[in-house]
């Protein structure tokens, strides 16, 4: 399922707000299809980006330019004094 909400991402325009929301919304449909095991919170990152954390600290991040990136806790996403700062350089692009 986050293999197709990722599919729908990419399809929309590359606007942050849109692709966010709409992420959001995928991820409590997977999230109430998974009975809970797999949940993605939502936070923003020190950029201005969206960054959505699962448990195991994987993380989807929508750039302020709309871009897509996938990274995790210490491979592209640090958490700084001032919250979670994404690196693009570290982060893989999903489109």
């Known amino acids: 399922m986050l293999g197709e909400a990722i599919?729908?991402?990419?399809?929309?325009?590359?606007?942050?707000?849109?692709?966010?929301?709409?992420?959001e919304v995928l991820a409590k449909q997977i999230e109430m299809h998974s009975g809970g095991v797999w949940m993605a919170t939502r936070g923003t990152g020190t950029d201005g980006s969206v960054i959505f954390l699962g448990r195991q600290g994987e993380g989807l991040v929508v750039a302020p330019?709309?871009?897509?990136?996938?990274?995790?806790?210490?491979?592209?996403?640090?958490?700084?004094?001032?919250?979670?700062?994404?690196?693009?350089?570290?982060?893989?692009?999903?489109d």
């Open 7 to 23: 599919r729908h991402l990419k399809s929309l325009p590359r606007d942050a707000a849109q692709r966010a929301d709409a992420f």
């Open 65 to 94: 330019d709309g871009g897509l990136f996938r990274g995790a806790l210490g491979r592209g996403i640090a958490i700084t004094p001032g919250g979670l700062r994404p690196d693009p350089g570290s982060l893989t692009r999903l």
